[in-house]
């Protein structure tokens, strides 16, 4: 399959290109600027900034999918003098420019890139499942909604094939945010008051993400699914912290403090968004791609996080 790949310098899209070059696609990779090489794409094609006004006629010519992971992404402390235009010039109208173009240039299937955030926003107490009734508070969560269903209205009018994937928090080889933020305290041997969460989250390495976007190409009973994906078993942050305090061979410092004192600190520092993402629940069920298309993680968390410690040893020095 030819297949064109946007976002093709980002964190997921350095795992999905060589997947796909090694499962025999030809890859045209999208970037911004003409000065930028793509390894293991077949050719690449400079397409500038994404948005409504983006012209998308040449780089669509003959390709048969579209795996399409370009997006502005949430950040913690938005610049932007009006956030949430920001987020739907980008996720929203730039995803629908490239869908219309797509269907009109042939284009089989289309595999949007969306996420959890679509769902909620906020830790949970309940499973997130497919049957959920999305209630996305932030902007950027809003705009992945209203790109999802500008997708379903294209693909009822156009025949467009659209798949669409809903992960969690994603880690592995090149992850930045809260993530590498995680990883930098532990490597350091900084103590971390988050020894009594029993909260539950789920992850997924980027290898398992890049393994269902292929499937998702590919399957043919993937058009029209919105799947959510996860490794399996959630974690606790203590877990978690544990967890790559072993793949980075270092001690986990962890210290029992109550999450009742957690947040009243969260409140009086005015951190409660941040407190939130660590110490939150956020859990979805996985069961519509394992029932569409018998998905299962590939990899299992271990080894992801092994991989992602070997990079970080790489890149600290």
Known sequence: MRVLVTGATGFVARTVIPLLVARG???????????VA?????????IGDIGPATAWGNALQGMDGVVHLAARVHV???RESDPLAAFRRVNTAGTRVLAE????AGVKRMVY???VKALADESRP???SEETEPDPHSPYGISKLEAERALAEISTRTGLEVAVIRPPLVYGPGVGGNFLRLMQAVDRGIPLPLGSLENRRSLIFVGN???AIQECLTHPQAAGGRFLVHDGRPMSTAELVRAIAEALDKPARLLPVPPSLLALAARLARREA???RIAGSLVIDDGAIRRALNWRPPCYPAYGLRLTAEWFKAVRG
Not at 25 to 35: G, I, L, N, T
Not at 38 to 46: C, D, F, L, R, Y
Request: hydrophobic share 50%; proline share 5%; glycine share 0%.
């Open 126 to 128: 309940d499973e997130l």
């Open 274 to 276: 941040m407190l939130d």
């Open 101 to 104: 173009a797509a269907a009109a």
């Open 113 to 115: 890139l969306s996420s």
């Open 25 to 35: 696609h030809s890859v045209r990779a999208v970037v911004r600027r003409p000065d």
């Open 38 to 46: 793509v390894p293991q794409a077949a050719e690449t094609v400079t």
């Open 76 to 78: 913690m402390r938005d």
């Open 209 to 211: 993400l890049a393994d």
